[in-house]
């Protein structure tokens, strides 16, 4: 797996994550995508993330991921990219140096890039997390609460970090067009993340239907 990390054995697809009002691509979600190899026992993004946590590299995952996005950036013109952090990165002192060492030598990266703050490891060291959040925020680039709604840990960041967006699970919008409730908890959600200052962007939406609702409801982007 290290050499795997190491060599970049992995790519990322890029998901647009839109503006309702005028359909129009706010940023682009990278998203892990691992190159089959055989003899290794992950296939899907899911694993490969899950044992880089068990064995202790989720650090170096995740920089291979962030320089990756940064190259990126770098090539596609006036596109901003949304790479993910697992909460053990955003804790690490060193981690935080380095990418805010590498941000303010090239400051137009910072314009660039977005961080999504996942739920994959919890954050235990919430004074450590949230100096990384400040420390980037005051970078200019945003950072955003991932599937939000999806685990309890999700409510606790929003109370501990100041955060610019925040991304609705998308179980929610799967089931919100029939159900009553899932619409209620996206309202609840909305006026929740207005409240500390953030926007509302949703996963999964994936027809007029849900676009009409979601907008309905107060979220402004979607993916």
Sequence with gaps: LRRTIAERRFRLAFQPIVQLADRQAHHYEALLRPIPTPGTPYGEASEFIALAETVGLTESLDWAVVETACEAARAASGARIACNLSGLSLQSPAFRERLCTMLAAVPSLARRLLVEITETAEIEDEAEARRTV?????????????????????FRYLRAFR?????VDGIYVTNA???????????????????????VVAERIETEAQAALMRDLGVGGGG
Excluded: H, N, W, Y
């Excluded at 955060?163 to 991304?167: A, E, G, P, S």
């Excluded at 899932?182 to 309202?187: E, H, M």
């Design 134 to 154: 400040e420390a980037l925020r005051g970078l200019g680039l945003p950072v955003c609460i991932d599937d939000f709604g999806a685990g309890a840990a999700a």
């Design 163 to 167: 955060v610019d967006f925040v991304k």
């Design 177 to 199: 067009v029939e159900s009553e409730r899932d619409r209620g908890f996206i309202a609840a959600m909305v006026d929740l993340a207005r409240t500390v200052g953030a926007q």
